[in-house]
């Protein structure tokens, strides 16, 4: 066959002209704002380009770049602290000449920088040493410079028109660049020195050194994102020093308590406990305060915002541990969910929301995206986590405000989302500017036969029939809690009758494995890939067909040896250094493994985890980016970067929580007042796994889960504060 060119839709690729010139970026972020940093602690228009400082999808600083005697320092380390709150850097002077002699020898002068973000201003400070026995005199220069890019023209997008630069204003010790938006929207970067530089321009601060042996000097800046006016604070600090100091005592009692939401894990392996710390930190600041609680945002920096999808499969995924992201994901979903039809924005009434976007680009429709629904796994899978968060909780107050919502969701399951009537839930992208495909795999050419060639709708992927079987369960199981027997029995039914149907239609003998969709001739996409895993999660699979679906993706055409390939090795579109068809997903992995151990394939589930703890120890901080290549593992060398994935991406972090839930078979039944460990088992790198402060309820519980040499895994419960009744099931 001829290979199929698909065009991309220019405003949802993410353009890759040019490699990074390095992967170890450094990311801070708080609330609406996030910075992102090469490891020399500057923003620079090198590589993909990516770099600076953010508010609400328009990057405020494009950049800041520090110069000794009109060069880069050169570098020694840098790194963000464990809680993510600070990133600090540590650099000394090159050789500095002059009249032809070396004057200042490098390594003479200690440069550490620190950088905090807080509100909407990123706090930085330098701070220059002498270790040499004479004195030294230098120019030390922050450039800076801000071009309101719109996030999605960073990404690569290319717009006819935008709005325009006003003048900029430099007084003082103040630099201010301003932007008037074609959303009409006034954006201003306001950076302020501290102390008043020796000589400030609209793109330079510089300051003249001199310093004895021994003696040192400090010098701080802040940069503060305003949108029409409103900053972050009332005023400007006088003192920046002293807000610096505040605005790290804030940052670290905020991360302090977000950290006490969740239960403490411990293993008996410090590389896996780094992977896990790093997984926690990550979650905690991709969390974002909302008026309807905290969210976890998606991923930095392309998704830095609500996505229904990964907020909900987040949430999902921290759920024994953390409860706090549940509530919030739904209150934020149920708020906007859908009520109107409006085919520009794919929103039909009851269904929940796929992203939302704050950017100018949005505001004006240049993209879709200010508020769209163009998902159709989010709305079952909304009901999924509300039936998850009760079984967790038992919030059954909670639970009934959002019940109105759950039924909007379920209606539009049976009116919207089964667009041919066949029973089964399809997507035909409705919008001639919104994302072809919709599900999580939603590249253009994600959705395949197994010629290659492209699928065409209507398009029923088969992981979305799991996510609308699981739904209507849980829906069932909580309109039975509510006392509406009727509703709960119905659902029930139809939710078998789904099933029965599913397994007739979907499953492809020929190749072991539920088909990826069905197009819309109703004929099957023949392809072995990672979403028949998704199958197993949902529970949606017979158990004859589990097993061989296990098989399938644990083979080596789909298991790279770090994680199973979104598509099996072989098929026609493979392509490990894709987006979808060929890569590695952590969130995928982690989803499978789950789906595994539902279905008692529990060394398998280890393996998965085997192979994404393993690929963490590869990766700059041991943290697990949103993808990678899906190479094969090849004995001492490292998984291959993907070179635009987010790092951190939300989903990602969440995955090792899940891993370790499934591997135990740990489900906490906060409206029964037990936790249930099914068939508990450990990989052989895991000694001993404990569980510290897990919150039932009122109670609180410690435990610890021990791998005998046996392979049994014995479970002791160390300190109990409260009523909760322990089972280990066998």
């Not at 010139?21 to 801070?28: G, K, S």
């Not at 270790?131 to 996030?151: K, P, W």
């Not at 930190?281 to 990964?310: E, I, K, S």
């Not at 699928?455 to 979305?464: D, R, Y």
């Amino acid at each position: 066959m001829v290979d199929e060119i698909i065009p991309v839709r220019e405003h949802f690729y993410i353009l890759s002209t040019s490699a990074r010139i390095d992967d170890r970026t450094r990311v801070l972020k708080h609330g609406d704002t996030f910075a992102l940093f090469d490891r020399f602690g500057d923003i620079e228009g090198y590589g993909t380009g990516e770099a600076g400082v953010y508010h609400r999808d328009t990057r405020f600083l494009s950049q800041l770049t520090m110069k000794v005697e009109g060069v880069r320092p050169l570098f020694l380390s840098s790194s963000v602290k464990d809680d993510n709150a600070l990133l600090a850097i540590d650099a000394t002077n090159p050789d500095i000449q002059r009249n032809g002699a070396v004057t200042i020898p490098r390594g003479t002068v200690h440069i550490f920088r620190s950088k905090l973000l807080w509100g909407q201003t990123c706090y930085g400070r330098v701070r220059i040493r002498n270790y040499g026995l004479h004195e030294v005199r230098l120019n030390l220069s922050l450039d800076v410079g801000a071009d309101f890019a719109d996030i999605f023209e960073v990404r690569g997008s290319r717009r006819e028109g935008r709005g325009g630069h006003l003048p900029s204003r430099v007084r003082g010790n103040e630099i201010v660049y301003a932007y008037k938006g074609a959303d009409r929207r006034l954006r201003r970067t306001r950076i302020v020195f501290d102390p008043v530089p020796e000589r400030v321009t609209e793109n330079m601060a510089s300051y003249e050194v001199s310093l004895g042996p021994g003696e040192q000097s400090a010098y701080r800046y802040t940069i503060v994102c305003e949108m029409d006016g409103a900053v972050g604070q009332a005023s400007l600090p006088r003192r920046v020093e002293q807000n610096y100091e505040e605005a790290a005592i804030r940052a670290g009692d905020e991360l302090r308590r977000e950290r006490a939401e969740t239960a403490d894990i411990f293993t008996s392996n410090e590389q896996f406990n780094d992977w896990l710390n790093r997984s926690l930190a990550d979650l905690n600041m991709m969390r974002t305060d909302t008026p309807y609680g905290p969210y976890p945002y998606a991923g930095v920096p392309w998704f830095c915002t609500a996505f229904g999808r990964d907020g909900i499969l987040t949430a999902l995924a921290c759920l024994s541990f953390n409860s706090t992201f549940a509530r919030g994901v739904l209150s934020y979903l149920a708020a906007t969910q859908a009520e109107t039809v409006d085919a520009a924005r794919e929103a039909e009434p009851g269904k929940v929301l796929h992203e939302t976007r704050d950017g100018e680009m949005a505001f004006v429709g240049d993209v879709p995206f200010h508020r769209y629904y163009g998902s159709v796994d989010a709305t079952p899978l909304f009901i999924v986590l509300a039936g998850a968060y009760y079984a967790r909780t038992g919030d059954r107050s909670f639970v009934q405000s959002i019940w109105p919502n759950v039924l909007r969701a379920l209606a539009w399951i049976d009116r919207y989302g089964d667009v041919d009537k066949d029973g089964f839930v399809e997507y035909t992208g409705s919008s001639s500017d919104g994302l072809i495909n919709q599900g999580w795999k939603d590249s253009d050419d994600a959705v395949f036969h197994a010629d290659g060639s492209i699928a065409k709708g209507p398009i029923a992927l088969c992981e979305v029939q799991g996510y609308v079987y699981a739904a209507k369960r849980a829906a069932a199981e909580l309109a039975a809690m509510l006392g509406d027997e009727a509703r709960a029995t119905a659902l029930a039914a139809s939710a078998d009758e789904l099933r029965d149907r599913f397994n007739a239609v979907f499953w492809c003998d020929d190749i072991s494995t539920y088909a990826l969709a069905l197009d819309g001739d109703k004929r099957p996409c023949r392809v072995r890939t990672s979403n028949a895993g998704h199958c197993l999660f949902a529970g949606i699979a017979t158990k004859e067909h589990a097993w061989r679906v296990m098989t399938a993706l644990t083979s080596t055409e789909s298991f790279s040896g770090w994680g199973v390939r979104t598509v099996a090795a072989g098929e026609a579109r493979y392509n490990p250094m894709s987006y979808h068809n060929g890569s590695v997903w952590p969130h995928d992995n982690a989803l499978i493994a789950a789906g595994l151990a539902r279905y008692g394939f529990k060394e398998e589930a280890a393996r998965i985890l085997t192979g994404l703890f393993d690929a963490s120890l590869f990766f700059d901080l041991h943290r697990l980016p949103e993808l990678f290549c899906g190479f094969p593992r090849r004995p001492g060398e490292s998984p291959t970067l993907y070179p635009v994935a987010c790092s951190p991406q939300t989903w990602a972090a969440s995955a090792v929580f899940l891993l370790i839930e499934s591997c135990l078979g740990l489900k906490v039944r906060g409206f029964e007042r037990r936790v249930v460990l099914n068939n508990p088992y450990l990989p052989p790198s895991l000694k001993y796994v404990e569980i510290r402060n897990l919150g039932i309820g009122r109670a609180r519980l410690d435990l610890v889960a021990t791998r005998h040499e046996e392979g049994d895994v014995g479970v002791n419960v160390t300190d109990r504060d409260g009523e909760v009744e322990v089972m280990v099931l066998k």
